[in-house]
């Protein structure tokens, strides 16, 4: 035990290197077939108890972890068990404990392989469109401002199907609120670029009439009824100036549109609350504001392995979750959230894995926490990603071989040089040379491949930041209220529906489904949870079975009754 606890704070100090094989206290059960018989028997019976509610889902929250394909989700998923002591490949994300899964196709109107405003439109908003667009039909093909103004092809999203209903909505980001994937909740554009008005004012007469997104946000619906708006994006809001070489979008109309929201909560009698640190999140009380907003980065909020964790820097997601459903749960009529990983993507982008990976396993602490603070039986909570990325995991890399680390057994591999077991298609860790005589490829002998910048081997070689997005489907995990919908593959267009018709609103606003389950078993889930939250907790134990596994297998059998 003690040479685990060692190891666990190797770990966190940083001192594992990619040499490092973690140990698999299971092992020995695991070379009998007990075990393996005794873990089958029990998910049979889990899959047997398996819960149907078919009762109204008062709430929704959509977890989406942007660029979460299944790849970067088996690496997160090892990472997680890995930052626990254990060898991590019998760990468990939280939603992967889930008792629905169904797979998405996540191909845009015009692309084979998607973007995540495309994306954004058909899981928030219930049809799919075209590559780089929001909140519009596939007739709005990319930048054409005049097909976007056409009320026929504008769509309306789960937030404004919420709004409708009388539920109380919000987004909390990791990337800029203007970004993307919030922006589909709120915005209608033919460009995810125009997120201030200098990008749309580009575009000059064939943009006239179209309004930036983060206006958008403000000043229209739904984005202005939002009660919950956090994330990054100071820049695009005109709430800080920046230095020059930072400038991406920059307001050129000069205005602070935080001011300009606050004005407009005073303006309706509402309170409002703006915090751009920890500290200022800490200081917001939830159940006594109407709307609040924080911006915790002046383009998007500090990866999880840069960010400064002291009161003056800037919130966890969780953090931002908590807050975000200490307000919404105030609803009387229930809440609509989205939540989006929103780092994954770009710690993909780059091509080093251990910026996505942290930004994954931060993203499972946010879920693990809303599960502990919502009723179940009338919640419907949906963990997702838009499209995936050109990521693999090869070689045969041993149990427990650090995730992040090298494979060393190079049998197969011609040129006999170490590789990496998180490889890329393409991107920018490209890097082949010229010997004399042949062209080699990096000799990673003695590099820290575990590092926050390693760019890990890539095929293609892409401008930085520009590692593509992967076509293959992704998976959609469910809990609650009519989860079991999601059975099969289905295309990306079809979780805005399930959210709908889970909820009874928008295209699915009149029904005679009951309120509530039969019986009221709300109170022992949530103890059940508890008690798997506090022992989770609990450095000492390096149980094979995540804490949630038993937990949940609880809450299953709890929900047959
Ligand atoms: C590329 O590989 C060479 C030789 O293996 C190494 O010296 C160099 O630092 C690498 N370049 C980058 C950008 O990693
Ligand atoms: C790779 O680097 C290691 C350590 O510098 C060296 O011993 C080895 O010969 C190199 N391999 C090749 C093929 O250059
Ligand atoms: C650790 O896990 C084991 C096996 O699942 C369990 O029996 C035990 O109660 C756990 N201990 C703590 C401190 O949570
Ligand atoms: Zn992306």
């Not at 800029?176 to 007469?205: I, N």
């Not at 920046?242 to 929201?261: A, M, N, S, Y």
């Amino acid at each position: 035990m003690r040479s685990l606890r060692l190891l666990v704070w190797m770990v966190m100090v940083g001192w594992i290197s990619a040499e490092t094989v973690f140990p698999s206290p299971q092992r020995d059960e695991e070379n009998e077939a007990d075990y393996w018989y005794d873990l089958a028997k029990q998910e049979i019976e889990e899959a047997l108890q398996k819960p149907k509610l078919t009762n109204i889902a008062k709430n929704v929250i959509l977890f989406l972890g942007d660029g979460m394909g299944i790849t970067v989700s088996t690496a997160g998923r090892i990472l997680k068990g890995q930052k626990k002591g254990n060898s991590g490949e019998e760990e468990f994300l939280v939603w992967e404990r889930f008792p629905n899964v169904g797979l998405m196709k996540t191909y845009n109107v015009d692309k084979q392989v998607s973007d995540s405003a495309g994306t954004a439109t058909a899981f928030l908003c219930g049809a799919k469109a075209n590559y780089y667009t929001l909140g519009v039909t596939g007739k709005v093909k990319y930048n054409d401002c005049k097909a976007s103004l056409d009320d026929e092809n504008r769509l309306t999203s789960i937030a404004d199907w919420a709004q409708k209903a009388g539920k109380e909505t919000g987004v909390v980001t990791t990337a800029q609120v203007t970004h993307a994937t919030p922006a589909g909740l709120y915005a209608k554009t033919p460009s995810r670029k125009w997120q201030c008005d200098t990008k749309v004012m580009q575009f000059g007469e064939d943009a006239m009439g179209c309004k930036d997104i983060a206006r958008q946000l403000v000043e229209d619906e739904p984005g202005r009824n939002l009660k919950v708006i956090m994330g990054g994006g100071r820049q695009e809001m005109g709430a800080q100036k920046i230095e020059p070489e930072k400038r991406k979008c920059v307001r050129t109309d000069g205005v602070d549109l935080v001011k300009q929201w606050m004005n407009d909560k005073a303006a309706q009698g509402k309170t409002s609350a703006y915090a751009t640190t920890t500290r200022e999140l800490k200081a917001i009380n939830p159940e006594d504001t109407d709307y609040i907003m924080g911006l915790f980065g002046e383009i998007h909020v500090p990866y999880e392995v840069d960010r400064d964790k002291s009161l003056d820097g800037t919130p966890h997601i969780k953090d931002m979750v908590e807050v975000a459903l200490k307000r919404l749960q105030k609803s009387d009529n229930g809440f609509f959230l989205l939540v989006e990983g929103g780092r994954i993507d770009h710690g993909m982008h780059y091509g080093m894995a251990k910026r996505a990976l942290e930004e994954l396993v931060a993203m499972d602490e946010a879920v693990q926490l809303a599960l502990e603070m919502v009723n179940l039986e009338e919640t419907l909570i949906v963990v997702t990603a838009d499209h995936s990325h050109v990521m693999t995991i090869n070689g045969y890399p041993d149990r427990g071989n650090n995730i992040l680390g090298i494979v060393t057994e190079t049998e197969d591999i011609s040129d006999g040089l170490p590789f990496t077991t998180l490889m890329f298609t393409n991107g920018q860790g490209y890097n082949y040379s010229w010997n004399g005589k042949e062209v080699v490829r990096r000799n990673l002998t003695g590099v820290d491949t575990t590092d926050k910048d390693f760019e890990s081997p890539a095929g293609v070689p892409t401008f930085d930041g520009s590692e593509t997005h992967g076509g293959e489907d992704v998976a959609a995990f469910a809990l609650g209220p009519m989860a079991h919908l999601f059975h099969r593959v289905h295309e990306q267009s079809y979780v805005a529906h399930v959210m709908g018709y889970a909820a009874c609103i928008g295209p699915y606003q009149d029904c005679d489904r009951p309120v509530k389950v039969p019986h009221n078993i709300y109170d022992t889930i949530k103890d059940e949870v508890r008690e798997g939250l506090k022992s989770g907790s609990s450095a000492n134990n390096f149980s094979v079975i995540s804490i949630f596994l038993i937990a949940t297998v609880q809450i299953t059998s709890f929900f047959q009754c």
